[in-house]
């Protein structure tokens, strides 16, 4: 029988046919609650216990597996006896709930879903926000192992009614838009976006005098009960309204363009495929959406220019998708490794070689995309991308192939200098040629390089003009590396209540949430609160589930650790690789120097020295701008010590 659960609203589910299921009493509920929060991963029955009662009753555990055998009664009622259960199942020391089917996990999607034309837009969250029945988790409102689902749950339904007003504007349903906005913001009056779109729908349906009212409202809020001044976006909406501009008068060109384009380029011709890779570029540095998308899509691309069997028109597409990098693990390894073959494959087949303009664009592809793959390849190719661009009057050209320098200027441990000298040319370039895209890069470069060299002052600057640069061009990614390093600088304080440091990280976690960049944020959390953990020399973080990501080989050792369970914890370390030549080469060093100190592994104390040696005027950790976990120099004393 197929299940589908609700959480948007009192919990409960349902039955093939849409019949609601008996779950019985609010414990058997809080357990199927709690179960489909940790997301198919398994609940230790201790921790049921611990999170249904604030005093568990002696036979606790024994009502736990009462509850269970209910809910699954429940669940599959057509079960055989004894036969084990499919969906709710026993694993390990506890249980996890193997669902498919959640309101909530269906309306992430629809919330999170790359760009699309208005209209589906607006009918696919027209569609979402029906599901629900009420707050999340209604009936658990006040309990903390819910506290966390609740308020983003809450926070993407919130996003999820902005964004349907911002798709009835395109549409040109304005007065659609204005009494949803109109509750939206009595009910929410903290949400800055949704002033800004009640006074822009107010604005279209000729209440100019309204909408200037609502920002004047909305600025009075801010000021008086908050003390901050209103978002530059709401100072240049009444710019605009008092100018009697339209605010989005771009939206009518962009339409009236593209329907120019259909009409006069031929759908198979190669202009248009040139033309669709760099609306690709563009929308990558978009924001979240926009990157997903044009990840989406640039493969596809790739592969309609190799059938054609052109190798210039190739070389010319993956050359032209030059999207500024800063991080050093892919987004998608798998996509990643097929756009460098195609690069090479370009290559090949170039005539003669290619121009140096075309070679150089592939070259430094091939860098880019091999980030964090140790090839020799790669750092050959980004090489002689540089010696290229250099000869030749492009700075664009030049921007790029740096940009591929700095992915391939991690072969070993102390390179913040170089790669600080990587991203003052690029500011220097790209202030010269205006560069914009490529001058964020620089001043982000910079920022991670001076935070390796404790050189915070600096460090700041560069990120407060990496800021304002994304503020000017609409860069909403930015905020994400800058956020995260003003987390790192309050932690690498040594006057900072934990606290506000804890507090700093939580609002720069919160920015992952749909920026598009798994490689990014991946297992980075739990990263993050194991640094703080270790400064502050407390054992790792031992919650089961706790997501790791790819960092859980150097993690595991000193979960183990903290769990006391030495052996493990030296096959762990056994077993661990070297870490991954990239922004974070030295942090997961110190990760396996501070497990093999623990268990008097001095094989693995001697590799990490000399591994780490070089970079002993640095901060493990801090050249990614996101964690720091100490002055390298400790580590490579106390293991100089310790291995002998």
């Not at 700095?406 to 790209?430: C, K, N, T, Y």
């Not at 976990?629 to 400790?634: E, I, L, T």
Request: glycine share 8%.
């Amino acid at each position: 029988m197929d299940v589908v659960f609700g959480v948007l609203g009192p919990v409960t589910a349902w039955d093939g046919s849409g019949d609601e299921l008996l779950l019985k009493g609010p414990k058997h509920r809080a357990v199927l609650a709690r179960l489909i929060i940790a997301r198919r991963r398994v609940v230790p029955v201790t921790r049921l216990v611990d999170d249904l009662w604030p005093v568990p009753p002696a036979d606790a555990v024994g009502a736990v597996r009462t509850f269970v055998a209910a809910l699954r009664r429940a669940l599959e009622p057509e079960r055989p006896p004894r036969a084990p259960s499919r969906l709710l199942v026993t694993e390990g020391p506890g249980y996890a709930l193997r669902a498919d089917a959640v309101d909530a996990w269906r309306f992430e999607q629809v919330v999170g879903a790359a760009a699309r034309p208005p209209k589906e837009t607006l009918k696919g969250l027209d569609e979402a926000l029906g599901w629900w029945r009420g707050p999340a988790y209604a009936e658990f409102a006040d309990e903390d192992w819910a506290r966390a689902e609740r308020s983003r749950l809450t926070e993407l339904r919130l996003r999820a009614v902005e964004r349907r007003a911002e798709a009835k504007l395109e549409l040109g349903l304005a007065a659609d838009a204005v009494p949803d906005l109109d509750a939206h913001v009595a009910e929410h009056p903290w949400r800055e976006d949704a002033w800004r779109l009640l006074a822009l729908a107010l604005y279209r349906t000729d209440r100019q005098g309204d909408a200037l009212a609502v920002l004047q409202r909305a600025r009075a809020l801010l000021v008086e009960q908050l003390g901050i001044d209103p978002s530059p976006a709401l100072r240049r909406l009444e710019e605009n309204i008092l100018r009697q501009e339209d605010p989005d008068a771009a939206s009518q060109v962009w339409a009236e363009a593209a329907a120019a384009y259909d009409r006069t380029v031929a759908s198979g011709s190669r202009a248009r495929l040139e033309s669709t890779v760099g609306i690709l570029r563009n929308l990558a540095v978009t924001g979240g959406g926009g990157l997903e998308a044009a990840r989406g899509q640039r493969m596809a691309a790739i592969a309609a220019a190799e059938r054609l069997g052109d190798a210039e028109l190739t070389a010319r597409l993956i050359g032209a998708y030059d999207v500024p990098a800063i991080w050093t693990r892919s987004d998608d390894p798998r996509q990643a490794a097929e756009v460098v073959a195609a690069a090479e494959r370009a290559l090949a087949g170039l005539p003669g070689g290619g121009s140096g303009a075309a070679r150089a664009r592939l070259l430094a592809t091939i860098a880019l995309e091999s980030r964090g793959t140790r090839t020799g390849r790669a750092r050959a190719a980004a090489a002689e991308a540089e010696r290229i661009a250099r000869g030749l009057d492009d700075p664009a050209l030049l921007a790029f192939t740096l940009n591929g320098v700095f992915m391939q200027a991690f072969h070993r441990a102390g390179l913040a200098p170089l790669r600080d000298e990587i991203g003052a040319e690029l500011v220097d370039l790209s202030v010269r040629h205006d560069l914009h895209n490529y001058l964020v890069l620089g001043h982000l470069v910079r920022m991670q390089a001076r935070s390796a060299l404790a050189d915070f002052a600096a460090a700041g600057e560069h990120a407060a003009a990496a800021d304002r640069l994304a503020e000017r061009h609409e860069r909403p990614l930015v905020g994400v590396f800058t956020s995260w390093y003003r987390a790192l600088r309050l932690a690498a304080s040594d006057d900072r209540a934990p606290e506000e440091v804890e507090a700093a990280y939580r609002d720069a976690i919160a920015r992952l949430d749909g920026s598009g960049m798994p490689g990014l944020a991946a297992g980075l959390p739990a990263l993050a609160h194991l640094s703080l953990r270790l400064r502050a020399g407390r054992p790792a973080q031992t919650e089961p589930h706790t997501d790791w990501g790819p960092y859980e080989p150097w993690a595991r050792p000193l979960v183990l650790l903290a769990k006391r369970r030495p052996p493990e914890a030296a096959a762990a370390l056994r077993k661990a690789p070297d870490p991954p030549r990239d922004l974070l080469f030295e942090a997961l060093w110190c990760l396996l120097a501070q497990a093999a100190m623990a268990l008097d592994d001095r094989g693995t104390m001697a590799r990490a020295r000399d591994a780490l040696a070089p970079a002993a005027g640095e901060l493990a950790g801090a050249g990614s701008g996101l964690v720091a976990f100490g002055p390298v120099a400790r580590f490579v004393d106390d293991l100089t010590v310790r291995a002998g």
